[in-house]
């Protein structure tokens, strides 16, 4: 059975996931420069946020994939930095850029959530 408190992250990643097939242009533009390949990066990002939302709805796999969740939202925070410094260099507007600067925080409270849902049971 799978606990209803999975299903949150769960849809999350998964939708997450497919956005990065769906369009990697946006998910391009906001990989550091210092990654080699960015729509490879993008795809690859892709594939592991689809792999662990799948894994959290299997009981055998549910702390490995909350685990590997919790890393690449680590491995993932670059990116949020870099898309911040972007819309700085931009100009963009007050009000975008202190979205993004919330969005900062999201990270660490995306893992929790992964945690407390999936491996903490």
Same mark, same amino acid.
């Given at each position: 059975m799978i606990p209803r408190a999975v299903l949150g992250p769960?849809?999350?990643?998964?939708?997450?996931?497919?956005? #990065?097939?769906?369009?990697?242009?946006?998910?391009d533009r906001i990989v550091p420069p210092w990654v080699p390949n960015a729509r490879l990066a993008t795809y690859v990002s892709g594939a592991f946020e689809i792999a662990g939302a799948i894994g959290l709805l299997v009981p055998a796999t549910?702390? /490995?994939? /909350?685990?590997?969740?919790?890393?690449?939202?680590? *491995?993932?925070?670059? *990116? =949020?930095? #870099?898309?911040? =410094?972007? /819309?700085?260099? *931009?100009?963009?507007?007050a009000g975008f850029i202190a979205g993004l600067w919330v969005r900062l925080p999201l990270q660490p409270l995306l893992m929790w959530w992964v945690w407390r849902v999936a491996i903490r049971r």
């Open positions: 769960a849809v999350l990643f998964l939708s997450s996931g497919i956005l #990065h097939f769906v369009m990697p242009g946006f998910f549910r702390v /490995a994939a /909350a685990w590997g969740l919790i890393a690449l939202l680590a *491995a993932v925070l670059p *990116a =949020n930095v #870099h898309m911040l =410094n972007q /819309a700085r260099a *931009a100009d963009a507007s």
